[in-house]
């Protein structure tokens, strides 16, 4: 079982940065690759990046690549996605996810993870 808290969102001015953390509760989180998803109100829930259990595999979604960084602290049990150059349609609601799967290019669906976050927003104004 592995429980997850994010944090680090709130309102920004489009061009500005913000860092989301994810905290994760359990002894294997070394084990999960780790995701970031977002949802916009009235939208699909979207990927947005991940990262493979020893940190040196990621994946980006294309409107981010460049932009986003992921990034992870195995012996904090903590994922970090890093925004800058942010744009008002990146508002959404951020989710981090852990998923127990073999990493590969499915990494960028929802059904791949197993565990998620509540959620935190980000709000990118014009």
């Known amino acids: 079982q592995v429980q997850l808290v994010e944090s680090g969102g709130g309102l920004v001015q489009a061009g500005g940065s913000l860092r989301l953390s994810c905290a994760a509760s359990g002894r294997t989180f070394s084990s999960y690759a780790m995701g970031w998803f977002r949802q916009a109100p009235g939208k699909e829930r979207e990927f947005v990046a991940a990262?493979?259990?020893?940190?040196?595999?990621?994946s980006y979604a294309d409107s981010v690549r460049g932009r986003f960084t992921i990034s992870r602290d195995n012996a904090k049990n903590t994922v970090y996605l890093q925004m800058n150059s942010l744009k008002p349609e990146d508002t959404a609601v951020y989710y981090c996810?852990?998923?127990?799967?073999?990493?590969?290019?499915?990494?960028?669906?929802?059904?791949?993870?197993?565990?998620w976050g509540q959620g935190t927003q980000v709000t990118v104004s014009s």
């Open positions: 990262i493979s259990w020893s940190g040196g595999s990621t």
């Open positions: 996810a852990a998923g127990a799967g073999s990493w590969g290019p499915a990494v960028v669906s929802p059904y791949e993870y197993d565990y």
